[in-house]
C-alpha cells in the first residue's frame, strides 16, 4: 500500500466516528514474542485452563485466521466522572461492570467496522475476524505494539491520554494496513513499566500480595481473578483482603499516577449502569433469583450467576464488621440451597460473631466445604 493512500486514514476517521476513542494499526510480522507462555507455566493462570488451551493461538493470529496481515486495535475509554467517587461505605465493584456489558454493547460498532474493511478495501467478511476480550487474542500486547499505550507494573495498559481506563477490542484483517509506531520501545518483549519510573504503587497497595515482580500477576491471589473466574470457594487466606470488593478490583488501576490525564470518555459505545454502585450489602443479601435477574440483566454480572454474588457478597459481610447482618448471615447460612453461600455465610458469621454458631446447623450439614467452614 503506498505510504499516500488515502484509505488506513478514512479507516481511522470512521473508526474514530463509530465512537472508538482509540483506532491504531500494527502490523502482524508472525507469532508475538511475549510473556504468556512463562507466565502459564509458572501456573499464574489459576484454573482458567482455556488460557493453556488457546496459548498457540494467542501468540499467533495466524493460526486464528491464516494469512492475516494487520491487527486494528480499537480502545473506548469508559471512564466517567460519575465513578470517581463511589458512595462510601457501599460494596466496590470494578468500574467495569457499572456498564451494561462491554462484550454486547461494543460487538455492533466491531460488525460496523468490518464493513469498513469491505468498503475501503475489498476485504471480504472471510478476511476479517473481530474479538471483544473474550477471544484467544493478546489484546494489551498488540495494543503496545500498535501504540496505545504501555504495560504498567500492573500489568495493565496504560494510556497516556486515558490512563487504566480503555476497553479494547482486535479486528484481525488480511488487509495490509500500514502499522502505527508503538509507544514503548519495540524489543523482544513488550518492556514492563517503560513510563513507571520508579512508582510501584500498584505493586504496594494490592490487598493480596498478587504481583510476584513487576508485570506479573499471579491470578490465584487476585482479588479479580477469585471474586469473578473462581467459581468455586474462595482461599481463607485471601478472604480480609477482599474487604469490601464484590466484584472484581480495581486498586492496582485507581493508584496509577497516569490516570490524572483520563477524561470522561464519550460513551457512546457504551451503557451505564452505575446505578449498581449504590447498591447496599443488604440488598445484596436479600437478593433473589428474580431481583438478582432483574437487576443484572445484560450486565457482566449476570455471568457470575446470583451464588456467586451471595459468595462475594458474604465475604464482603464477613469484613464489614456490621453484626447488624447476622440475621440475613444465619439465614443464608442456614436455608440457602448452595453450599457455596452455605459455606461462605458460616465463615462471614464467625466473623463477626463465632458465638452465634451454636445456633447453625452442622449436625444437619453433609457438604465437605461447608463443614470445614465449621471445623476451621
Ligand atoms: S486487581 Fe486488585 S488484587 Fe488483583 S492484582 Fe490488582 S490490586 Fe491486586
Ligand atoms: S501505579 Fe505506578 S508502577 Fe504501577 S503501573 Fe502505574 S505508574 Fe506504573
Redesign the pocket.
Known amino acids: 500500500m503506498s505510504p499516500a493512500d488515502p484509505r488506513p486514514e478514512e479507516l481511522r476517521r470512521r473508526l474514530l466516528a463509530r465512537g472508538f476513542d482509540e483506532a491504531r494499526f500494527a502490523s502482524i510480522p508472525g507469532p508475538l514474542p511475549d510473556p504468556l507462555p512463562a507466565w502459564l507455566a509458572a501456573g499464574h493462570h489459576a484454573e482458567m485452563h482455556w488460557m493453556e488451551r488457546t496459548a498457540a493461538k494467542r501468540l499467533d493470529p495466524g493460526l486464528l485466521l491464516p494469512g492475516a496481515r494487520s491487527i486494528v486495535m480499537l480502545g473506548v475509554n469508559y471512564w466517567a466522572d460519575a465513578l470517581r467517587a463511589p458512595p462510601a461505605g457501599a460494596p466496590r465493584w470494578a468500574r467495569y461492570a457499572l456498564h451494561e456489558d462491554y462484550h454486547d454493547t461494543l460487538r455492533p460498532a466491531l460488525a460496523a467496522a468490518a464493513q469498513d474493511l469491505g468498503e475501503l478495501f475489498g476485504a471480504t467478511p472471510d478476511d476479517t475476524r473481530y474479538y471483544v476480550d473474550t477471544g484467544p487474542v493478546l489484546e494489551r500486547s498488540w495494543a503496545v505494539r500498535a501504540g496505545l499505550g504501555f504495560t504498567g507494573k500492573?500489568a495493565m495498559l496504560i494510556s497516556r491520554r486515558h490512563g487504566n481506563w480503555l476497553f479494547l477490542a482486535a479486528l484481525l484483517t488480511r488487509v495490509p494496513l500500514p502499522a502505527d509506531p508503538p509507544a514503548a520501545p519495540p524489543g523482544d518483549q513488550p518492556a514492563i513499566g517503560t513510563w513507571c519510573g520508579k512508582c510501584t504503587r500498584?505493586l504496594d497497595?494490592?490487598?493480596?500480595a498478587?504481583?510476584t515482580a513487576p508485570g506479573v500477576?499471579d491470578a490465584r491471589?487476585?482479588?479479580?481473578?477469585q471474586t469473578i473466574e473462581n467459581k468455586g470457594v474462595i482461599p481463607r487466606d485471601l478472604r480480609p483482603?477482599i474487604g469490601n470488593r464484590v466484584y472484581?478490583?480495581?486498586?492496582?488501576?485507581e493508584v496509577c499516577p497516569w490516570n490524572r490525564f483520563a477524561q470522561a470518555g464519550r460513551a457512546v459505545l457504551l451503557a451505564a449502569r452505575h446505578d449498581l454502585a449504590g447498591l447496599t450489602l443488604p440488598d445484596l443479601l436479600d437478593l433473589t433469583p428474580e431481583t438478582f435477574a432483574a437487576t443484572f440483566r445484560r450486565t457482566a454480572v449476570k455471568r457470575l450467576k446470583l451464588t456467586g454474588l451471595l459468595r462475594n457478597a458474604c465475604v464482603v459481610a464477613g469484613n464489614s464488621g456490621d453484626r447488624s447482618l447476622l440475621p440475613r448471615l444465619l439465614r443464608l447460612a442456614r436455608t440457602h440451597t448452595s453450599p457455596l453461600v452455605r459455606a461462605h455465610a458460616v465463615w462471614a458469621v464467625r466473623q463477626l460473631e463465632a458465638t452465634a454458631l451454636p445456633s447453625l446447623p452442622p449436625a444437619d450439614e453433609t457438604d465437605p466445604a461447608v463443614q470445614a467452614e465449621y471445623t476451621a
Not at 497497595?205 to 493480596?208: A, D, E, H, S
Not at 472484581?248 to 488501576?253: H, Y
Open positions: 500492573n500498584c497497595q494490592c490487598p493480596t498478587a504481583f500477576l491471589r487476585c482479588v479479580s481473578y483482603g472484581g478490583c480495581d486498586t492496582c488501576l
